[in-house]
């Protein structure tokens, strides 16, 4: 009799036990339901925020040194006249690259910076030469193309010499331009000759 009732009482506790395992087992499963939830959620809100996928920018700037530009004339004074200008002529600046080769000065192009001063001079090719150059004027051509130059004047400290300005502002394109000169020997001959100028690239 005593046993049967342990018995009972046995299954009884069993059966309780096995029940309150199951709520807890259920509980738990709910919890890491609602963690998972919680996280495609979250995953959800981010996905759904604009993504900034813009890369930053650093500004570079590359300081360039503007200066004057000096273009020398150098003649060969004992075979020049009108009919071998471009052989007898060479053109040379200090921004270019070594002097132009004797034989076509309406290809000679100078570089300008904006804002700055060109000098134009000549010599006479033969060093001991007594001939003396001067520059007379520098004109714009009438298809003169782009304009770079601002006005042009006779240096006030040096005979022969023409200094030009350059316009505050980027001009893209050439310039053409005449130069016009004498040579003061025994007697005065006056030539014409008609390089370009373009302006030098600089950072914005």
């Not at 040194?65 to 040379?92: K, M, P, Q, Y």
């Amino acid at each position: 009799m005593k046993t049967n009732t342990l018995l009972k009482r046995t299954i009884k506790i069993v059966g309780f036990l096995t029940i309150l395992l199951v709520l807890l087992s259920f509980k738990n499963e709910k919890r890491a339901s609602e963690i998972y939830l919680e996280h495609v959620n979250e995953l959800a809100m981010r996905m759904e925020a604009p993504v900034n996928l813009a890369v930053p920018h650093k500004n570079s700037v590359m300081d360039v040194e503007r200066r004057d530009t000096h273009i020398l004339l150098t003649i060969d004074t004992e075979n020049i006249d009108e009919g071998n200008l471009n052989a007898t002529i060479v053109f040379s600046d200090d921004r270019s690259d070594p002097s132009e080769n004797p034989g076509n000065p309406e290809k000679f192009t100078s570089v300008v910076d904006k804002n700055m001063k060109i000098y134009w001079s000549g010599i006479p090719k033969d060093e001991n030469s007594t001939d003396v150059i001067y520059i007379l004027e520098v004109i714009r051509k009438q298809q003169g193309g782009a304009e770079i130059l601002k006005k042009t004047f006779k240096d006030p400290n040096k005979d022969g010499v023409v200094v030009g300005k350059v316009k505050n502002k980027k001009v893209e394109g050439f310039e053409y331009y005449s130069v016009k000169f004498s040579i003061n020997g025994t007697t005065v001959r006056t030539f014409e000759v008609d390089p370009k100028l373009k302006m030098g690239i600089e950072a914005e």
